[in-house]
């Protein structure tokens, strides 16, 4: 097995410059080529850090653990592939978990005592209180996916306003003009920047925004029936509607076939982000696939920073944007 020394002799370099290079220390003085030859010498000899002796000297572990609140729900399924292959190339192990609610951190907790873990990726649940964030926060580098805390930068998001405007857009572009919102909770962060989103694009279009037309009852599908109640049962009710999540669509399409709306002859649908299910609908859902697996990789990038005392920015991945999936969801009224 190679070793520091190894590396070191051929390089040309100190033993102490190539541990430094290789655990990436942000204080280390390096060229950008002695740096290149140090990574190189390491891949090329098979170089492998010994995990035990580096979490003694500096009492890290190189664990890190994902928290998301359902793990058998297929959106995490992306989010997961990225955080882990991300992981895995710059050295870390992840440990996955699932927190219905942070309120009750007796887990957490246990992890942060017994020194098992360096910090967290968390996607709280939508109802989720800014003072258990706080407070798990307060013990542990923490980043948060697709959530943030006023005046505490270093969360990574994705474009939630993009992702509304793309799917209102679409339904413009075919003709509808009497447009409803099926969203999160008011408390979630991604539900009202998806209905600054919506709101954009009816503007743009010259369409003024209709409370009637809007429910904020939440992600799961079992808050599809009573939201497609209520916006069924106004007045002048739509003829197309944007659910912001997934999972929710899939309960529209059920709750609507049960009320006899035909979709999409009487009434057309689209979800927020895909998923296999999607495809297994009836009809099959159109849908805005949202880059949950680079969202994964800036999530562990971000934290790495923290960890490494980096400054903290809030960050959005645009760099993929928001995917139409057209399916047989959505019909054309032109």
Not at 15 to 42: F, H, K, Q, W, Y
Not at 50 to 73: C, E, M, S
Not at 167 to 182: N, V
Request: charged share 25%; proline share 5%.
């Amino acid at each position: 097995m190679a070793r520091l020394v190894d590396i070191a002799e051929l390089a040309g370099v100190s033993v102490g410059l190539v541990s430094r290079v290789l655990n990436d220390d942000p204080a280390t003085r390096a060229t950008p080529e002695t740096r290149e030859r140090i990574m190189r010498l390491a891949s090329e000899l098979g170089y492998r850090p010994h995990y035990a002796a580096r979490a003694l000297k500096f009492a890290r572990t190189n664990t890190i653990a994902l928290v998301v609140p359902d793990l058998t729900n297929a959106f995490f399924a992306e989010l997961t592939r990225g955080v882990e292959d991300e992981s895995r190339r710059l050295g870390y192990t992840v440990l996955l978990g699932r927190s219905e609610s942070l309120t009750d951190q007796t887990q957490i907790s246990r992890l942060l005592d017994e020194g098992r873990v360096d910090g967290f990726l968390l996607q709280g649940r939508d109802d989720e209180t800014t003072q258990s964030l706080t407070r798990l926060i307060g013990r542990a580098p923490v980043v948060l996916i697709n959530s943030r805390i006023e005046n505490r930068p270093g969360n990574v998001m994705i474009d939630d306003r993009a992702a509304a405007r793309t799917a209102t857009e679409y339904l413009l572009e075919r003709g509808h003009r009497k447009i409803g919102l099926i969203n999160g909770l008011p408390t979630s962060l991604t539900a009202r920047r998806r209905e600054e989103g919506y709101k954009e694009a009816l503007q743009a279009a010259g369409i003024s925004p209709s409370a009637d037309r809007i429910t904020r009852l939440g992600y799961e599908v079992s808050s599809a029936a009573p939201a497609v109640d209520w916006v069924m049962s106004r007045r002048d009710p739509p003829s197309a509607l944007v659910v912001a999540n997934v999972n929710a669509a899939l309960g529209v399409l059920t709750h609507a076939r049960h009320l006899g709306h035909r979709v999409p002859k009487d009434l057309s649908v689209i979800g927020i982000h895909d998923a296999w299910t999607a495809d297994h609908t009836w009809p099959p859902l159109t849908t805005v696939r949202m880059p949950l697996y680079e969202l994964g990789i800036r999530a562990v990038a971000a934290l790495k920073d923290r960890l490494s005392g980096c400054d903290a920015t809030d960050h959005i991945v645009r760099s993929v944007p928001p995917q139409l999936i057209e399916r047989e969801s959505v019909a054309s009224l032109t």
